[in-house]
């Protein structure tokens, strides 16, 4: 089955910098990334998705960057700011099968 | 709120009591996924539902866990004889899935689980 890793488990930045989080994959088959952002008590919340016929994805200060040969795909947040503090969550799915999830980032922005 | 719902949001339970959990996805979404997350950890798939068929449950699912959708519509999620180490967060996420596109999942706010 599928298996995700993510790096690192923890990033500190600067505000104002960006930060840069890793995912890899096993299941060549998978065909769809989603990122989803964890608030301390909260619901995890999508901020960014690719498929796989896609090489990059641009939403503002967020972007996805996805390398099928490598089998990774990475979140780059620029422009860091002290809300952009929480737990990030890759995401490797094939079309209507479950999500796996990686192990999570927590990312520390200080001011 | 058209959201993923769940309820309830907060459960303690002794040792040994049975425990039912509900979710009430997004109106028009056929799918609907159960996920478990302990602190520190991202959220571990349980099952899933199309319509009101259950068509995958993870390894990780023991017999104590039930899960139903009869009308295609909420989903319950029941465990018998819970353990201390069912104690974490039962998320619920709903998608709509069509033809080839990604069926993005939306989360509930989740119910969490102490068990005594």
């Known amino acids: 089955g599928e298996n995700v890793e993510q790096h690192p488990s923890t990033l500190s930045v600067q505000e104002g910098d960006s930060a840069v989080i890793k995912c890899t994959y096993s299941?060549?088959?998978?065909?769809?990334f989603p990122w989803y952002k964890q608030e301390l008590g909260k619901r995890p919340q999508l901020i960014i998705d690719i498929r796989s016929n896609v090489g990059e994805k641009k939403d503002q200060r967020i972007a996805v960057t996805l390398n099928k040969t490598a089998k990774h795909f990475s979140l780059h947040i620029t422009e860091t700011q002290p809300e952009d503090s929480a737990v990030y969550f890759c995401a490797a799915s094939r079309t209507g099968q479950n999500f796996v999830f990686g192990p999570g980032t927590r990312l520390s922005v200080l001011p | 709120d058209t959201g993923v719902s769940q309820n309830p949001r907060h459960k303690i339970t002794k040792r040994g009591q049975n425990v039912t959990f509900r979710c009430d996805p997004i109106s028009e979404h056929n799918r609907l996924y159960w996920y478990r997350q302990t602190l520190g950890q991202g959220p571990e798939f349980l099952t899933y539902?199309?319509?009101?068929?259950?068509?995958?449950k993870s390894r990780l699912l023991s017999d104590r866990f039930s899960a139903e959708r009869p009308k295609g519509s909420f989903s319950t999620l029941e465990i018998q004889r819970t353990e201390q180490g069912d104690s974490a967060m039962y998320l619920c996420?709903?998608?709509?899935?069509?033809?080839?596109?990604?069926?993005?999942?939306?989360f509930g706010p989740g119910t969490r689980l102490t068990v005594l």
């Open positions: 996420a709903s998608s709509f899935l069509y033809g080839d596109r990604p069926d993005t999942q939306y």
């Open positions: 539902f199309q319509n009101e068929a259950q068509l995958e």
């Open positions: 299941d060549s088959a998978s065909n769809y």
